[in-house]
């Protein structure tokens, strides 16, 4: 099993920003294709955006996209996601998930392979 760590989650008031970091000690995120999803108490988990590993494509989820911003860094292994103009129903635990198929550009659950423990991100006033 891949083991992938998230990190940046916290608290921050609407509007405010946020960046979360994935990161792996195990192969080079740029051969795999990265997502971040999210999952709120009592509902699914849902793809939030994710880049290939082929060719740094990327894609959003219609509820954050001109908000977030996906980017990876090669030299320090580690795909980010920035998060602007938060909003309280952006509250959820972040997970991380990467994939070998480097050309897989997706935001489903089942596609994904491997999986971080999640970081925690609440917006609230």
């Known amino acids: 099993q891949v083991q992938l760590v998230e990190s940046g989650g916290g608290l921050v008031q609407p509007g405010g920003s946020l960046r979360l970091s994935c990161t792996t000690s195990?192969?080079?995120?740029?051969?795999?294709?990265t997502g971040w999803f999210r999952q709120a108490p009592g509902k699914e988990r849902e793809g939030v955006s994710c880049?290939?590993?082929?060719?740094?494509?990327?894609s959003y989820a219609d509820s954050v996209k001109g908000r977030f911003t996906i980017f990876r860094d090669n030299a320090k292994n580690t795909v980010y996601l920035q998060m602007n103009s938060l909003k309280p129903e952006d509250t959820a635990v972040y997970f991380c998930?990467?994939?070998?198929?480097?050309?897989?550009?997706?935001?489903?659950?089942?596609?994904?392979?491997?999986w971080g423990q999640g970081t925690q991100v609440t917006v609230s006033s």
């Open positions: 880049i290939s590993g082929s060719d740094g494509h990327t």
């Open positions: 195990e192969f080079s995120l740029d051969y795999y294709t």
């Open positions: 998930a990467a994939d070998p198929h480097s050309e897989l550009l997706s935001l489903n659950v089942i596609d994904f392979h491997s």
